[in-house]
Each structure stands twice: as C-alpha cells, then as structure tokens.
C-alpha cells in the first residue's frame, strides 16, 4: 500500500516570536531576521523537493512557504491555523505572571482556558481535520511528497496525538524553520489514525531524539 510523505514544518520568526509573546490568531508578517533566518537555513542545508505545499492562513506561513519553495504556489488550509490564546493573545509570560489565571493554566499544563481561547479538545480535533483533509487531497491527486507549513502549537498536536513513537506535549520541540517528516500509510491513517514520525527537515541538521528513539523501536533489518 502507498505511503505519502508529509513534511511538517514551522515558520520562520515574527517580531512577537523573539520578543517571547504567545501569539496565534494575530496575522503577523516575518520579521527581517525571521527571513535571514529561513534564507539561510535553505542556503545550509537540504529542504526536500515536493509536489504540493500546503500552509496555514496566516501571512508568516505562506511568507515561509514562499521562501522555501517560490516556484510553488500554496494551497492554504484554514484549520491549520494556530491556537486562539483568547486573554493572553500578544502577551508575554512576564506580563502574565501575576495573574492566577495565568498560573493556573501554567500549573494545569495548559489544560483549563483562558478567557476567549480555543478549547484545547476543539483545537486538537480542527488540527486534525486539517492534516486528514491534506492526505485525502494527496491521495485523490497522486501526491506522494508535500510540504505543510504552519504553527508549532499545530506541529506538537498532530505529533501527540497521531505521531509513532509516542511522546508526551512538551516533549515535542519544534524550532522556526525546521520540523519533522510524516510517513503516512494509507491504511494505518484510515483505521487507527496514526503516522510515522522519522527523518528532521531541513535534512542535515542532526538527529533529534524522537529518530533515535524511531531508530531503537524499528531498527533497519541486515
């Protein structure tokens, strides 16, 4: 049975991301280190060839997609956009940390809401939605490789919950500009809605340790 090859990877840098505010819904531009910083991990090392690009709505993914793959033309998903903070939108944690709301959600791991967020269960299952539409649309056209490029908050969901080898939220740490490959079999994606998680993208910027720990649970037959 085919498998498809997804290429999750994160945008570039917005003014917000180095100033350490959580930001989701506002629609920022990359800022100019944000686009030095994908222009030269492209020059460095080895985004792979694909053939479909799908992006979040928001500008600085489809400002990303545009720099690493200009000779393609994204096709936007909107239920990959990233996470609602609601109150804590455009906020830092130092603004933050005097408020119990704020500390109670730190202190429950993100699980109670602030005000005006997205609920954590909806947010799961939109992002879901949106990667299952991308395989369905690969598979109705023949597409074996496609890059997706989004949030780190719709990167860690998708690994959570569907990623093989299992890891807990946290553990998942996705840098702009980089990510993770998804092998997708059709069949396991249909029945059990799980994926492969191998292979950092760009390629030749190390071994993380979910390969290692993919490499231990399926090591390469002699």
């Known amino acids: 049975m085919q498998a498809y090859d997804i290429y999750l990877i994160r945008h570039g840098l917005t003014q917000a991301n180095i100033e350490g505010k959580y930001i989701g819904e506002t629609d920022l531009d990359l800022c100019e280190e944000g686009v030095e910083e994908i222009l030269d991990l492209k020059a460095r ?3 792979p060839a694909v053939g479909r690009v799908y992006t979040s ?3 600085r993914s489809i400002q990303t997609a545009r ?3 200009p000779e393609m033309t994204p096709l936007t ?3 990959l956009r990233e996470y609602t903070f609601g109150a804590f939108e455009n906020k830092t944690p130092e603004e933050l940390k005097e ?3 704020y500390r109670s959600w730190i202190d429950s791991t993100q699980k109670t809401v602030p005000d005006g967020a997205e609920d954590p269960n909806a947010f799961g299952a939109r992002v879901l939605e949106g990667l299952d539409r991308v395989i369905r649309d690969m598979m109705k056209d023949h597409i074996g490789d496609a890059a997706v490029i989004t949030h780190a908050g719709v990167i860690t969901a998708i ?3 569907c990623g093989i080898p299992k890891r807990p ?3 998942w740490k996705v840098e702009s500009g980089k990510g993770y490959t998804l092998s997708v079999s059709a069949g396991l994606w249909a029945n059990e809605h799980l994926v492969e998680v191998f292979t950092p993208v760009p390629y030749g910027t190390g071994t993380d340790e979910v390969m290692l ?3 231990r649970l399926f090591p390469e037959e002699e």
């Open 57 to 59: 709505p928001l500008r």
């Open 99 to 101: 408020l119990p709301s």
């Open 77 to 79: 998903v909107d239920s």
């Open 67 to 69: 720099l690493l793959y």
């Open 159 to 161: 690994l959570t919950a």
């Open 169 to 171: 939220l946290l553990e």
């Open 213 to 215: 720990e993919y490499q």
């Open 45 to 47: 090392f080895s985004y």
